[in-house]
C-alpha cells in the first residue's frame, strides 16, 4: 500500500498569500495518477486536480498541480477567503486507492 | 447536476449490521463506476470501496473485505453498501462518489455522506 504524507500539517497564511501543499508518497506513483481535494469544514470532499495537474471543471486557475514520481505539490496563487480549508492529496494508481492525511490552511 | 444523496446510517451496536443507499441524479448512473469513501470524527479520508459501471467488478479496502458488500441497482439509479460484522472502528460518515470513468480511481463528485456510529 502506498503511504501518502502531506506537509505541513498546518499552513497559516492571509488572504493574498501563495499556498504550497506538499504530498509525498512512500513508492512511485503510476502514470502521476494522483488528485487533490477541498474540504471546507461540515461539506463533502471537492476535486480539484486529477492526473498531478489537470484542473476539475469549474476550478479557478489560481489552483494548479505539479509533480511526478514521489513528489507532488498543490500551489494556491493568491488565497481567496474561501480556499481556508483542508486540502488532500489521493492517489490511484496503486491498489488499494489511499489518501493523505491532509494538511489544513487557516487564517494566519 | 450530479447529485449524489445517501441514507441509512445511524446508531447501532458492535457485531450488527447496516445498509447504506446512495440515490444519483443528474448523469446517466450506468456508465460509471462509484465508490464509497469513510471519514471518521475529526479524521482524514480512506478510501472503502469500488463498484464498476455494471456491477460486475467490485474492490475493497482490506479492513473491511468479507464484512462489507457494495452493489448497485442501475434501473433504480442506487449504490448500495452492505455492513455486517460491523466494529466502533467503523464509525465514520460515509460518503458516495461518482468514478469520471469505468474505474478510474478518483471520485469527480460527492455526496454530502451519512453517519454511521458503532458503539454499545
Known amino acids: 500500500e502506498i503511504v501518502l504524507t502531506q506537509s505541513p500539517g498546518t499552513l497559516s497564511l492571509s488572504p493574498g498569500e501563495r499556498a504550497t501543499l506538499s504530498c509525498r508518497a512512500s513508492q512511485n506513483v503510476n502514470r502521476s495518477f494522483l488528485a487533490w481535494y477541498q474540504q471546507r469544514r461540515g461539506q463533502a470532499p471537492k476535486l480539484l486536480i486529477y492526473g498531478a495537474s489537470s484542473r476539475a471543471t469549474g476550478i479557478p486557475d489560481r489552483f494548479s498541480g505539479s509533480g511526478s514520481g514521489t513528489d507532488f505539490t498543490l500551489t494556491i496563487s493568491r488565497l481567496e477567503p474561501e480556499d481556508f480549508a483542508v486540502y488532500y492529496c489521493?492517489?490511484?494508481?496503486?491498489?488499494?486507492?489511499?489518501f493523505g492525511q491532509g494538511t489544513k490552511v487557516e487564517i494566519k | 447536476q450530479v447529485q449524489l444523496v445517501e441514507s441509512g446510517g445511524g446508531v447501532v451496536q458492535p457485531g450488527t449490521s447496516l445498509r447504506l443507499s446512495c440515490a444519483a441524479s443528474g448523469f446517466t448512473f450506468s456508465t460509471y463506476g462509484m465508490h464509497w469513501v469513510r471519514q471518521a470524527p475529526g479524521k482524514g479520508l480512506e478510501w472503502v470501496a469500488v463498484?464498476?459501471?455494471?456491477?460486475?467488478?467490485?474492490f475493497y479496502t482490506d479492513s473491511v473485505k468479507g464484512r462489507f458488500t457494495t452493489s448497485r441497482d442501475n434501473s433504480k439509479n442506487t449504490l448500495y453498501l452492505e455492513m455486517n460484522s460491523l466494529r466502533p472502528e467503523d464509525t465514520a460518515v460515509y460518503y458516495c462518489?461518482?468514478?469520471?470513468?469505468?474505474?478510474?480511481?478518483?471520485?469527480?463528485?460527492w455526496g454530502q455522506g451519512t453517519l454511521v456510529t458503532v458503539s454499545s
Open positions: 462518489a461518482k468514478d469520471p470513468g469505468f474505474w478510474s480511481g478518483y471520485s469527480d463528485n
Open positions: 463498484i464498476s459501471y455494471d456491477g460486475n467488478r467490485k
Open positions: 489521493q492517489q490511484y494508481g496503486n491498489s488499494p486507492w489511499t
